[in-house]
């Protein structure tokens, strides 16, 4: 297991349970400024999560297979608890959202002024921009998020390359260390196998001389 990644993981799981028990608290609040604070607090929050799940993937993906599969299976979970927070607060967001809508209706049912629409036009103005913005971001934050991983698997498949090149070596290493072992052992049995020849030679030739010596000496 990464520790790198059990670090990510404990702040996410805190995280987390901040995030559910900050979404039900905000719903009881009365609206105002402490509401809209404490929904900035929520999305800051998720954003944070969001950036905590990209580290995890990252993390998981740069680790053995064995593990990365692992992680990743814990990744899901993860992401699946992430998507429930941002529909919670999605949920209860455009519940205060429809509720103020209703409220302004009921000051005038029959009227709408022209400030009231300018209002209105410039509200579905500027969320429109907000939401392009973040399509916008979450285009990049994705072509960033698949750069990195095809970046981490690419050094993955290096390092395994690698060490796969060192398995390699080390059986090299071992062969030739092999290798020296024999032939050290056949050296010694040819110097051994020379001292017996050069022994037989010299017997042979004393036996000889002595021979010729105990003919000789008889005629």
């Known amino acids: 297991m990464s520790e790198v990644f059990e670090g990510y993981e404990r702040q996410y799981c805190e995280l987390s349970t901040n995030l ?54 814990k990744l899901r979970e993860y992401k699946s608890d992430l998507n429930k927070l941002k529909r919670e607060f999605k949920r209860v967001s455009s519940s205060d959202a429809h509720e103020e809508l209703l409220e302004s209706g009921k000051a005038d049912p029959n009227v709408v002024s022209g400030e009231q629409r300018e209002r209105l036009a410039m509200s579905v103005e500027r969320i429109n921009q907000s939401g392009e913005r973040i399509r916008e971001s979450r285009r990049v934050m994705l072509e960033t998020e698949e750069l990195g991983i095809s970046i981490v698997e690419d050094l993955n498949q290096q390092r395994e ?28 049995r040819m110097t051994r196998n020379k001292w017996i020849v050069g022994s037989i030679i010299v017997a042979l030739v004393i036996a000889i001389i002595f021979i010729l010596f105990y003919k000789l000496s008889h005629h």
Request: charged share 30%.
């Open 20 to 73: 559910s028990r900050k979404c039900s608290s905000a719903s009881l609040l009365p609206d105002g400024d402490q509401k809209k604070e404490k929904y900035s607090e929520i999305q800051s929050g998720l954003d944070d999560a969001d950036a905590l799940i990209r580290k995890m993937d990252l993390e998981a993906r740069s680790l053995q297979p064995n593990v990365k599969a692992m992680l990743l299976a």
């Open 161 to 188: 390359t690698l060490l796969n090149s060192r398995n390699k070596l080390h059986g090299v290493d071992d062969a030739i260390s092999k290798s020296k072992k024999v032939l050290s052992s056949m050296s010694r």
